[in-house]
């Protein structure tokens, strides 16, 4: 990829970030009126960032940046087709049973062991699932561990 790729990569993600962001602030009000953190937070933070690192990657592109090759190309492939299959089984598997089941694949690609690989997804999903259920009351979905 050259810097003219570069420009162009940030100039797609700037568009998905300002059509990410615009999308979290048409989600409707909660219950009982507008809150501090709301469920169009997160996403909006999330477009924020993705906002500073497209103009970043336009402003200041790698001059001899190159596409990855062989491992690389299949190792980034797995990860797109982890993050996609994690999206779609959010929430018929729930929050908990999906992450760590995605993060403990990326942990594994990335060069961990399984167990540790998935123990650190497992961690790490309860980790986040507490703070936003529990820290922001935003309901994660809990699909298959969900008690009603």
């Given at each position: 990829m050259t810097s003219f790729g570069d420009r162009i990569l940030g100039l797609g993600l700037l568009v998905l970030a300002v059509v990410y962001g615009w999308a979290a602030q048409q989600w409707p009000e909660p219950f009982g009126g507008a809150e501090g953190v709301g469920p169009e937070t997160?996403?909006?933070i999330l477009s924020v960032v993705l906002v500073a690192g497209s103009l970043y990657l336009m402003i200041r592109p790698d001059?001899?940046?190159?596409?990855?090759v062989?491992?690389?190309a299949l190792?980034?492939?797995?990860?797109?087709?982890?993050l996609v299959v994690y999206t779609l089984l959010l929430e018929p598997l729930g929050f908990v049973i999906s992450t760590t089941l995605a993060v403990g694949t990326l942990?594994?690609?990335m060069g961990g062991a399984p167990?540790?690989?998935?123990?650190?997804?497992l961690v790490s999903a309860v980790?986040?699932?507490?703070?936003?259920?529990?820290?922001?009351?935003?309901?994660?979905?809990?699909?298959?561990?969900?008690?009603?």
């Open positions: 997160f996403p909006t001059p001899d940046a190159q596409w990855p062989g491992k690389s190792e980034l492939s797995i990860s797109l087709v982890v942990s594994w690609r167990l540790k690989a998935f123990m650190t997804g980790v986040v699932f507490v703070l936003f259920n529990f820290g922001l009351s935003l309901s994660l979905p809990g699909g298959l561990l969900e008690v009603n």
